[in-house]
C-alpha cells in the first residue's frame, strides 16, 4: 500500500505527508489541552489570528523563493507603519478608501527600498530588511508619538469582525482569493517559472532570457504590500493601529510558517499549500495553549521541536521515495 501511494503520488505525499501528520497530532494535542478548540467560536477567532501571519508568510516565501539568501525581515516594520497612515489619515477626515490605498502604497514603497538596496546594490537582504525593520518600526513611532491610534470609523471594522454564515470576512473576502492569487503566481504564471529558475539557478535563468533582478526586485514588492495589508487587516479587527505591533517577533513567526511550510531557504522550491497547512498547524498550537492557560515557553519549545520533525520527515520521505524509484 506504501509503495502503491509514493509511485502514485510520491511528489504530494513527500511534500505534505509530514506536514498533515503534524496537523492532526497538533489538533488531538489541542482538544486534549482544551476541548473546546475546535468549537466554532474558537476556529473563527483562530482564524483572525492566522490571517495577517498567512499573508505576510505569502510574501515572505515569494522573497525566498528567489534564492540568493534572500529574506524580508521588514515585514514586521511595514506591518504596523501602513495601519498608522490609515489612521492618521482618516482621523484627518480623508476618505476610508483613499486612507487604505495610500497605505497599501505604503508597504510597495517599502518593499521597493528594499528590492532597490538589495537586487541594485547587491547589499545582503538580512542586513538591509533588518535595519529597514527597524527604520519602518521607528517612523510608526515616530508618526503616532508613540501611542494607538484609534480614529478608524466604524465602517473600517467590517472587514476584520464582520462573519458571513459565522465565517470571517477576512478569511472570505481577504485571505482566500489571495490565496488563489499567489498560488497562481508562484506556481503557474510566467513569473511562477522565473522565480523558481532564479532560485534554483541563478546563472541557468539569466541565460535562458531570465531578468534575475527584476524577478526577486518584484517579490519584495508584493511582500511589502502584503505585509502592509495583513497590518490593515489585523487593525481592522482590533479598531487600533499600534505602532509597537509587529517587530522580531512576528517576523520569527512568519519565517517559522514559511521554513515548516516547506519552502526551501535555498531558493526554488516552496508550495502555497505547505504554507496554509503550516499556518494552521501554528494556529491550532499557540490558540490551545491560550484557551488551556499553558506555559508559552512549552509552545515555543514544542514549535522548534515540530520544525525539525518536519525538515527529518520531509527528508525522509524523499529519500524513501528516491529508493523506491531506483528499485523498478
Known amino acids: 500500500m506504501t509503495a502503491w501511494l509514493f509511485r502514485r503520488h510520491g511528489d504530494a505525499v513527500a511534500r505534505y505527508g509530514v506536514l498533515v501528520a503534524i496537523?492532526?497530532?497538533v489538533i488531538v494535542l489541542g482538544e486534549a489541552l482544551a476541548p473546546a478548540t475546535l468549537a466554532p467560536s474558537n476556529l473563527a477567532t483562530m482564524t483572525t489570528f492566522g490571517v495577517p501571519l498567512g499573508l505576510m508568510a505569502f510574501g515572505e516565501a515569494l522573497v525566498i523563493l528567489g534564492g540568493g539568501g534572500a529574506i524580508d525581515l521588514s515585514i514586521g516594520g511595514l506591518y504596523p507603519l501602513a495601519p498608522v497612515i490609515a489612521a492618521l489619515l482618516m482621523g484627518h477626515h480623508v476618505a476610508e478608501w483613499l486612507a487604505v490605498v495610500a497605505a497599501l502604497g505604503v508597504g510597495v514603497a517599502g518593499g521597493i527600498v528594499n528590492g532597490l538596496i538589495v537586487v541594485g546594490l547587491g547589499?545582503?537582504?538580512i542586513i538591509v530588511t533588518l535595519g529597514t525593520l527597524y527604520g519602518y518600526s521607528?517612523?510608526?513611532e515616530v508618526i503616532a508619538n508613540?501611542?494607538?491610534l484609534t480614529s478608524f470609523p466604524a465602517s473600517f471594522g467590517e472587514i476584520g469582525q464582520g462573519t458571513v454564515g459565522g465565517i470571517p470576512d477576512q478569511l472570505l473576502f481577504i485571505y482566500l482569493p489571495i490565496t488563489v492569487v499567489v498560488w497562481y503566481i508562484a506556481s503557474r504564471s510566467l513569473y511562477a517559472y522565473r522565480i523558481r529558475l532564479t532560485g534554483t539557478n541563478p546563472v541557468a535563468a539569466y541565460l535562458s532570457g531570465v531578468n534575475v533582478r527584476s524577478t526577486r526586485f518584484k517579490a519584495y514588492v508584493?511582500?511589502?504590500l502584503l505585509a502592509a495589508l495583513a497590518g490593515l487587516v489585523e487593525s481592522s479587527?482590533?479598531?487600533t493601529a499600534s505602532p509597537?505591533?509587529?517587530g522580531v517577533f512576528t517576523v520569527f513567526v512568519v519565517v517559522t510558517i514559511v521554513v515548516l511550510g516547506g519552502v526551501d531557504l535555498f531558493g526554488g522550491e516552496?508550495?502555497?499549500l505547505g504554507i496554509v497547512l503550516a499556518t494552521a498547524v501554528l494556529m491550532v498550537l499557540g490558540y490551545s495553549f491560550d484557551l488551556a492557560n499553558a506555559n508559552s515557553i512549552l509552545e515555543t519549545g514544542l514549535t522548534g521541536v515540530l520544525l525539525i520533525v518536519a525538515m527529518l520527515g520531509r527528508l525522509g520521505l524523499v529519500r524513501f521515495r528516491t529508493r523506491l524509484r531506483m528499485s523498478t
Do not use: H
Open 23 to 25: 496537523l492532526v497530532v
Open 123 to 125: 547589499i545582503p537582504a
Open 138 to 140: 521607528g517612523l510608526a
Open 146 to 148: 508613540g501611542v494607538n
Open 222 to 224: 508584493i511582500s511589502g
Open 237 to 239: 479587527l482590533i479598531m
Open 244 to 246: 509597537t505591533a509587529g
Open 270 to 272: 516552496g508550495t502555497v
